[in-house]
């Protein structure tokens, strides 16, 4: 059973248009949610976070909307550059501890064409 | 150093070998992780180790063993694997307490072929 869903397996958008990459999850416990960046042959890289208190978090080009109610987060990036080209990772985790057991979804595969 | 250093980057071994996945970070993380991820997945986790003790195991078959010498170290020990165990192994460490336990740092991965 995924916990951490995202539906779109690739999405592709034009050179500084907007980027829309949506997650949606399924546990209620989960109180702070992530989002990765992986290019081919890396490891993958933070990007942004957002805890449940918040709706709203933003970082430059990139911003990070969440709806509790509908259990579900999206990324803004905008404006689009060809650097974003790579895999999304959407993560969540619940509660604090020393450890996190941090759930990722299955990754949205951004393609920035000119 | 900012970093989270895996080696080998490539690793190809029969079904009774025993190799090691090595993974080392200088960053005064205090929580270590092994994450096994397969093509077109996302990265599945199997440990966590939080102040060298061992703090998750998502019930991962015995023929993975992690060990943790120390704060900056962390390794996969691998005997008698099958060929589906064959997968990118990341590492990762966070700082081991809130809220930067929040924020996993990774390693490029260790990519595994079981023959």
């Known amino acids: 059973d995924q916990q951490v869903k995202q539906n779109s397996p690739s999405l592709s958008v034009q050179e500084g248009r907007i980027s829309i990459l949506n997650c949606d999850y399924t546990n209620s416990m989960f109180d702070y949610f992530l989002w990765y960046k992986k290019y081919p042959a890396e490891g993958p890289t933070f990007l942004i976070s957002i805890s449940s208190i918040k709706d709203k978090n933003e970082d430059g080009r990139f911003t990070v909307f969440l709806n509790k109610s509908a259990k579900h987060l999206s990324l803004h990036i905008v404006p689009s550059q060809p650097g974003d080209s790579a895999v999304y990772f959407c993560?969540?985790?619940?509660?604090?501890?020393?450890?996190?057991?941090?759930?990722f979804g299955s990754g949205t595969r951004l393609s920035i064409r000119p | 150093d900012t970093e989270v250093t895996q080696t080998p980057k490539h690793l190809v071994m029969g079904m009774t070998n025993k190799k090691s996945l090595k993974c080392e970070q200088h960053m005064g993380h205090r929580a270590m992780y092994w994450y096994k991820q397969k093509a077109k997945k996302p990265p599945e986790l199997m440990f966590v180790?939080?102040?060298?003790?061992?703090?998750i195991n998502e019930s991962v078959p015995s023929r993975f063993s992690p060990e943790c010498p120390n704060s900056s170290l962390l390794n996969l020990h691998l005997h008698a694997l099958q060929p589906e165990d064959s997968a990118l192994y990341l590492c990762?460490?966070?700082?081991?307490?809130?809220?930067?336990?929040?924020?996993?740092?990774f390693g490029a991965g260790s990519r595994l072929t079981v023959l």
């Open positions: 990762a460490s966070s700082l081991g307490r809130a809220p930067g336990a929040n924020v996993l740092t």
């Open positions: 993560a969540a985790r619940s509660g604090y501890s020393s450890a996190s057991k941090i759930i």
């Open positions: 180790y939080s102040y060298e003790k061992l703090s």
